[in-house]
């Protein structure tokens, strides 16, 4: 019987521990590090945290939510449908809770991985990382950062001990998570001085309640709840053709994040601090419509001079003003481009994946690399989207997983032909190197400028790429 071990319970986990079983597979271990299923959503718990995709979209096509409380639903429901998912699918008796893995080694004699982890070391014929892109909190490498004397955190780190209430705070980052939490703690907070490095760009966000009534509908009709899913899928793979091959519709985006800042910032000096200067879609578009009317409050100055340092009181900027605060907030992100880490993965002839990656992850459709058989990545490089709900990306990924497990059952240990991961390299960096996602920096390049997070293509397309396993792209080991 095909042992598979699967790193991580987020979507990605859960999804493809879902898809094997429901294959036959039922040799099948998760390792979580924590003592709950969720990934991110069990993490990032700050104030406001919700999905900026809706969740009608954001969710198993093959299970459906009719109880979702709001079109973007926040984290709590999400982490709920999670247990939830893993209550329905008996997939609780599969995870080995409170165990972290710190890495695999394929040994070629037995052809078969023993993946090392904190509860001792487990063998496995195939070895899925499903522990994400966006799980390690980035600490942004600013002098001084040590010697700040009151409370500092990090958002997905959220230290709820920390009352907030009539204090000084400083946030540091306008990306997607500061967003969502900078209206939440605007009215408590004495003082928000708000860092900004790099605008975004905002578009209203149409949420909704969902009431009682919506339930009903949405159970008695599930066709109900798919036109809103497939609505959304179109909305959003036509922002994701306007990032990539449509200028005409780019700008269509850019008149209503402009029309969205004039409506909700009446004062043109602060309307112009916070209005881009990159390409639309360049960093990802943000869904909000509470942020931008929170930085117009008295109590919230948004700083947009460089830090210098941080000092035992404050946040100092260029202009050598020191900003004195009780509570600093890090809304700086995560260590993205660091695929996999710290996972030590060794290949055929003990080959590192990261030495493999010195100039940037890379994988055959964000799943496959040459020389490392029967190891597969969700949400691998190259498969993140500007546009769209990744867990349609990840359910391609499972079933292209699933397919190349049987096929790998019947014939031996898999990994994908070198030249044909190259290809596909080249291709994809290729289409990158032209695409909006080169003209700025963010988290889905790494520090050299690839773009080695995002998918160079529509959600239609990877779907369309992965629904066959082409075993000729493939040897066995
Ligand atoms: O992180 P970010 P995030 N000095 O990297 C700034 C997903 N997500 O946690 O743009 C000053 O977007 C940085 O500035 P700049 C989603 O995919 C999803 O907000 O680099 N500032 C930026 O403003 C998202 O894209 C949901 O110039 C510094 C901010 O910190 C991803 O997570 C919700 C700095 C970091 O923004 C990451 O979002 C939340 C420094 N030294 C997140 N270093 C959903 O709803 C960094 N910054 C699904």
Same mark, same amino acid.
């Given at each position: 019987m095909t042992s598979i071990a699967i790193i991580g319970t987020g979507f990605g986990g859960l999804g493809a521990a879902i898809e094997l079983k429901q294959a036959g597979y039922d040799d099948v271990t998760i390792f979580e590090r924590a003592d709950d299923v969720g990934g991110v959503w069990r993490e990032n718990t700050y104030p406001g945290a919700a999905c900026d995709v809706p969740s009608p979209y954001y969710s198993f096509s093959f299970e459906p939510n009719p109880r979702w409380p709001r079109r973007f639903s926040p984290q709590p429901a999400i982490l709920d449908y999670l247990r939830d998912v893993t209550a329905k699918y008996d997939l609780k008796r599969h995870i080995r809770f409170n165990t972290s893995v710190s890495g695999a080694d394929y040994d070629e004699s037995t052809r078969r991985w023993t993946v090392h982890t904190s509860g001792g070391d487990v063998e496995a014929d195939v070895v899925i990382s499903a522990v994400g892109q966006l799980s390690r909190p980035s600490w942004p490498n600013?002098?001084?950062?040590?010697?700040?004397e009151g409370a500092s955190f990090h958002s997905a780190l959220w230290d709820h001990s920390v009352d907030l209430t009539g204090k000084r705070v400083a946030v540091i980052g306008t990306g997607a998570s500061a967003i969502q939490f900078v209206p939440e703690i605007q009215p408590q907070v004495a003082k928000l001085s708000l860092f900004q490095r790099t605008p975004p760009y905002i578009v209203p966000r149409p949420d909704t309640e969902f009431s009682p009534l919506h339930h009903r509908v949405f159970s008695a009709l599930p066709v109900t709840q798919l036109t809103e899913r497939l609505a959304w899928f179109g909305v959003t793979e036509t922002m994701g053709v306007a990032f990539l091959y449509s200028k005409p519709l780019a700008k269509a985006l850019t008149a209503l994040s402009r029309r969205h800042m004039r409506k909700q910032v009446p004062d043109p000096e602060l309307r112009a601090k916070l209005w881009p200067s990159y390409p639309v879609g360049c960093k990802r578009i943000l869904f909000s419509s509470n942020y931008l009317p929170a930085l117009t409050e008295p109590n919230v100055e948004v700083i947009t001079d460089g830090i210098s340092e941080i000092t035992a009181t404050g946040v100092r900027t260029n202009d050598g003003m020191l900003h004195e605060v009780d509570v600093i907030i890090y809304g700086t992100g995560f260590t993205a481009s660091d695929f996999l880490a710290p996972l030590q993965i060794r290949g055929v002839g003990g080959q590192d994946l990261r030495e493999q990656w010195t100039d940037g992850a890379r994988a055959y459709l964000g799943m496959s690399v040459p020389d490392f058989p029967n190891f597969f990545i969700m949400y +691998?490089?190259?498969?993140?989207? +500007?546009?769209?709900?990744?867990v349609t990306m990840l359910e391609s990924q499972a079933s292209y997983i699933r397919k190349a497990i049987d096929h790998a059952r019947d014939a031996g240990p898999i990994s994908v032909r070198a030249d044909v991961a190259e290809e596909f390299d080249r291709d994809t960096q290729g289409r990158l190197s032209g695409s909006v996602w080169s003209m700025c920096s963010s988290w889905y390049r790494n520090a050299s400028g690839r773009v080695a997070a995002n998918w160079p293509g529509t959600v239609t397309e990877y779907r369309l790429r992965t629904a066959r396993f082409n075993e000729k792209d493939y040897e066995v080991a």
């Open positions: 600013i002098k001084g950062r040590e010697t700040f +691998g490089p190259n498969t993140n989207l +500007g546009s769209g709900s990744i």
